[in-house]
């Protein structure tokens, strides 16, 4: 057994608890400055965690890092221009996609940039291929690739730093395989907070502004029509994403809510989900659509099974210890390893955590429920 595969056996080896316990995660300490945590990706059977480090831009420190689970350590780090959900991973960890940008003026002035698309290898993070370009100010991006790696939904999260307005914001929907894109959404969009494309690639949802207003909105990525704003959250909205079987489209909000809707019913709203009140940012299914996991600002994880619509389980943010303060204990982003093994977030105050989903813990009945 190599090193690597012993020492990683180990860290999990600490999973094993008793029925009355909730288990305790894996740490891996992704930033050493302790900045927040954005979206993470795990390898198979949870070796490897790539983040990104929500990082000023004054302290030069790598936005994109690779960890090394087992040893608690990070392998590699890459800068990324605007540090904000430049990259994004297939469940599988073989399709991972970021954002780079090459200034068009040979003098380095100006915001007139080509923005380019390109797939990285996620063991070394390699930057491989351009897959799509297009011209734009550098901007902060939102992505979400399809299960099978076969289609990305590519979202401006800033449109073009310092063209005072000149450019819109927009979504973007590409073919990886054909390297072409299918639909681009410019109207009335000033920024994206967060995407996600369906499975089959037929559907795109969003959380946008336009003037001002925070609203999530899905299309048909073929015809490009609007297919209808979704209403039913009474709080900001934060996160969406469907579920690799397609049949829900998962939105959460800082109402606490988690709302399932229907995509092959125009988004209808189906469930809204809710275990006492908190600001939720995260959402992710399993790699069998059976579970949704939710997380927010007090830390805690809670996951729902998706057929009873109850709380199965719940996970938290570990407790510091003395003389440690209970700071910075925000759940950022949530993600499973592709066989639905582990479940991982990144966090606040620096941290991904991994818990192991065999080992959780029954809450029981004690979840609240607005079925309808």
């Known amino acids: ?218 299309w048909d990525v073929t015809s490009g029509n609007l297919l209808g704003t979704l209403e039913g959250h009474s709080g900001k909205l934060t996160a969406l994403r469907f579920s690799p079987d397609g049949q829900w489209l998962a939105t959460v909000a800082h109402d606490g809510a988690a709302i399932l809707w229907n995509p092959a019913k125009r988004f209808a709203k189906v469930t809204a989900l809710k275990k006492g009140p908190d600001q939720l940012a995260a959402a992710a299914f399993s790699p069998d659509s059976s579970l949704l996991a939710v997380g927010g600002k007090q830390g805690l994880v809670t996951v729902w099974n998706t057929k009873t619509k109850k709380s199965a389980f719940t996970f938290h943010h570990p407790k510091p210890k003395p003389p440690a303060k209970a700071e910075n204990q925000g759940i950022l982003s949530l993600t499973f390893d592709k066989d639905g093994k582990f479940l991982a977030a990144g966090a606040e105050g620096g941290i991904a955590l991994i818990w192991p989903i065999a080992a959780a813990t029954a809450t029981g009945a004690d979840t609240k429920t607005d079925d309808k």
């Open 1 to 218: 057994m190599r090193l690597g595969t012993r020492l990683l056996a180990i860290a999990l080896a600490a999973f094993t608890v008793a029925a009355a316990q909730e288990p305790e995660p894996v740490v891996v300490k992704v930033s050493r400055f302790k900045h927040g945590i954005g979206d993470v990706f795990l390898s198979p059977e949870a070796s490897r965690l790539l983040g990104i480090v929500y990082s000023p831009i004054s302290e030069n420190q790598p936005g994109i890092h690779l960890c090394d689970v087992a040893r608690d350590t990070v392998v590699k780090g890459i800068a990324i221009v605007q540090g904000i959900g430049e990259m994004t991973c297939a469940t599988d960890w073989k399709t991972a996609v970021r954002a780079t940008y090459t200034c068009n003026d040979p003098n380095g002035g100006g915001n007139s940039y080509t923005a380019s698309i390109n797939r990285f290898d996620p063991e070394t993070l390699e930057t491989g291929a351009s897959i799509f370009k297009f011209q734009a100010g550098i901007h902060g991006t939102r992505m979400n690739l399809s299960p099978d790696g076969k289609h990305l939904a590519y979202g401006m999260l800033n449109p073009g730093v310092g063209m005072r307005n000149q450019q819109p914001g927009g979504i973007r929907i590409i073919d990886m395989t054909a390297g072409k894109e299918r639909l681009f959404i410019s109207s009335n969009i000033d920024r994206v907070n967060d995407i996600a494309i369906s499975p089959d690639g037929k559907y795109v949802a969003a959380v946008i502004v336009e003037a001002g207003a925070l609203s999530v909105r899905a």
